[in-house]
């Protein structure tokens, strides 16, 4: 199996916890890898620690394949109210961080008209954000991570406010980004519903340990 | 009107405080920080006044007040500096300090109704070389850390784990609002720059939702609140600071009405 992060002997506390003990497992690349384990069981503190150790270059227990700029982490709490001012097609530009000068250039341009049509949200690119549904939200969010181009994308319960049909056409669509542009996805999920149809692996985590299942998830 | 070289300097001011009120008024209400805003404005008044009691320059103590505040909130986390009972405490506590600088030395007080609520006629020549010159150095480097910026305010929990160096661009974008309250505090005062830092932006964003559309009408309704302050303040010898937060008040109702007009057409 071709594996994009390897996690060998971990341990990770938090003060007076112990999360996990020895944990040891391999996520694998160019699939969906649903992350689930009950509340509580530090399935996004593991996430975030995971990233602060390739920020820090600490590389004894999690090996990356990846560089860090090649990673986009989409969190799952984001302070966009009613009023958030942004259009959707300048809150997704914001993922563009290469370049010094404030203007777009013409190769961005193009890059974001393409991304824009692959998450469906050309028709509504002017639109403020803070108007927009929890679907639609979900989806700029996922278009603003493709705009650093990256190899791995997390997403922590982006489903968690969305009704069923918008849940499963974000699943789709992530399925359908992941085929076409090669990536691969870690999805932080309670939903068992999603994690049957969609997830190609699941690693469960409980009792500080975790372990890695094979899923038949539909492409 | 123009006869007078204060004028002429002021209306000058007025285009290069208009232009850093865009940027970073659109940057503050991004980040929900006007309060805080608010509290460097304080802070900026009560490092004047120790400028004064130092017998340095007022734009001096300022600098170095508002840059330390800055620097302190930004390692602390900007969330202490949005809470309600932070801002009580520093804004408290830096406004009576400010006044017991004022007492110590020997300036009269009318010098700290100029430093609190600013006054044309306190600009001369060498303020506005000062104005510019800083305003300058400001501006490029807005420009050159533009993108950062942005992410970090208007998107503050994307930025926090996709862009490197992410809490430096906080802290600089703080030194930065620090400045821009010094520098623009001689023509305002340190009152009342929190009007032009904040309601500018806060009424473009009801008119538009691009960025650079946003900027562009901050810039240029903080720049109508100046000049036109500036006017009715010379036809009347009322104060230009009452103008100017009048002015601005006006435009922000006016973006409220039109926003209420624009929903109860969908």
New interface residues.
């Given amino acids: 199996m071709d594996s994009i992060l390897k996690v060998t002997n971990l341990n990770l506390e938090i003060p007076n916890r112990t999360l996990f003990k020895n944990l040891k497992f391999e996520i694998p690349a160019h699939k969906l890898t649903c992350v689930t384990g009950e509340n509580g069981v530090g399935k996004t503190t593991l996430i ?1 620690h995971l ?1 602060q150790d390739l920020d820090n270059h600490f590389t004894q227990h999690v090996q990356f394949s990846i560089q ?1 700029d090649q990673i ?4 799952q ?3 966009i109210d009613d ?1 958030f ?3 959707i ?3 997704v530009s ?4 290469k ?5 777009n250039s013409p190769q961005m341009k193009t890059t974001l008209t393409q991304i824009l049509t692959e998450t469906n949200l050309s028709n509504i690119e ?3 954000l803070g108007r927009s549904s929890g679907g639609e939200k979900q989806r700029a ?1 996922l278009a ?2 493709l705009c ?1 181009n990256p190899e791995l994308l997390i997403l922590d319960e982006a489903t968690a406010s969305l009704d069923v049909i918008s849940k499963h056409e974000l699943l789709k669509l992530l399925k359908k980004i992941m085929a076409t542009r090669g990536l691969t996805i870690i999805f932080i999920t309670h939903d068992p519903d999603l994690i049957e149809q969609y997830a190609d692996y699941e690693l469960h985590l409980s009792n500080q340990s975790g372990t890695l299942l094979k899923k038949e998830g539909l492409d | 009107m123009f006869y007078y070289a204060f004028m002429r300097y002021a209306f000058t001011a007025g285009i290069f405080i208009a232009l850093i009120c865009g940027f970073m008024g659109v940057f503050v209400v991004a980040r929900q920080t006007s309060f805080f805003t608010h509290t460097l404005s304080e802070i900026g008044f009560s490092g004047a006044s120790f400028g004064v009691f130092l017998g340095i320059s007022p734009l001096l103590g300022m600098l170095l007040f508002t840059s330390t505040s800055a620097i302190l909130i930004g390692l602390s986390g900007e969330k202490l500096g949005r809470r309600e009972a932070s801002i009580s405490v520093f804004s408290g506590l830096f406004l009576g300090l400010g006044i017991l600088f004022l007492s110590l030395s020997t300036q009269q007080s009318s010098y700290a109704t100029s430093i609190l609520f600013g006054s044309i006629v306190g600009i001369d020549a060498s303020n506005l070389h000062t104005l510019i010159f800083l305003s300058i150095i400001l501006l490029i480097t807005i420009m050159l850390l533009f993108r950062r910026l942005a992410y970090n305010s208007f998107d503050g929990q994307g930025a926090e784990y996709n862009q490197r160096y992410n809490k430096l661009v906080s802290i600089i974008f703080l030194i930065l609002l620090a400045l821009t309250i010094s520098v623009t505090a001689q023509i305002v005062g340190s009152l009342l720059i929190f009007v032009l830092l904040t309601i500018p932006a806060s009424a473009a964003k009801y008119f538009v939702h691009s960025l650079g559309k946003m900027i562009a009408l901050t810039c240029a309704f903080a720049l109508l609140g100046v000049w036109l302050g500036l006017y009715l303040s010379y036809l009347t010898n009322w104060p230009v600071s009452f103008f100017i937060t009048a002015i601005e008040s006006v435009v922000y109702g006016v973006a409220i009405l039109y926003e209420k007009i624009q929903n109860a057409h969908k």
């Avoid at chain 1, 986009?72 to 969190?75: F, G, S």
């Avoid at chain 1, 370049?99 to 203007?103: D, H, S, V």
């Fill in positions: 975030k990233l860090r986009q982490y989409v969190p709490l984001r302070n009023e001012p942004l259009s097609h300048d809150f914001l993922g563009f961080k370049r010094i000068l404030p203007w002017k639109q403020p969010y603003q991570a650093a």
